[in-house]
């Protein structure tokens, strides 16, 4: 099982950029699919990018395309999620997910199976 641990969350005008990071230990990333997810107050977790580890096939929301951009570093075994030009419905929790499969993509929470703790972004107006 790989443990992941998110950092690079705060607080940001709107407008501005943050890049998060997605360390992982117990296993290297290379069978695996990352994905970025997030989840504000009230409302349900939802997906924001994905990339398949080994091929580097990248997938976004619609609501971030353009804005955000994942990427990774074999030799850190870290991914990243950057994140420019903010909006204030930007603001939640960020999380990043594994899945020991990257023969294709996926862009549901349920395709998941390792988690961080999450790590939160607050975008003000």
């Known amino acids: 099982q790989v443990q992941l641990v998110e950092s690079g969350g705060g607080l940001v005008q709107a407008g501005g950029s943050l890049r998060l990071s997605c360390a992982a230990s117990?296993?290297?990333?290379?069978?695996?699919?990352i994905g970025w997810f997030r989840q504000a107050p009230g409302k349900e977790r939802e997906f924001v990018a994905t990339?398949?580890?080994?091929?580097?096939?990248?997938y976004y929301a619609g609501s971030v395309k353009g804005r955000f951009t994942i990427s990774g570093d074999n030799a850190k075994n870290t991914v990243y999620l950057q994140m420019n030009s903010l909006k204030p419905e930007d603001t939640a929790v960020y999380y990043c997910?594994?899945?020991?499969?990257?023969?294709?993509?996926?862009?549901?929470?349920?395709?998941?199976?390792?988690w961080g703790q999450g790590t939160q972004v607050t975008v003000s107006s």
């Open positions: 997910a594994a899945r020991r499969d990257n023969s294709r993509l996926y862009a549901s929470p349920i395709n998941f199976s390792s």
């Open positions: 117990g296993r290297t990333f290379s069978s695996y699919a």
């Open positions: 990339i398949s580890w080994s091929g580097g096939s990248t």
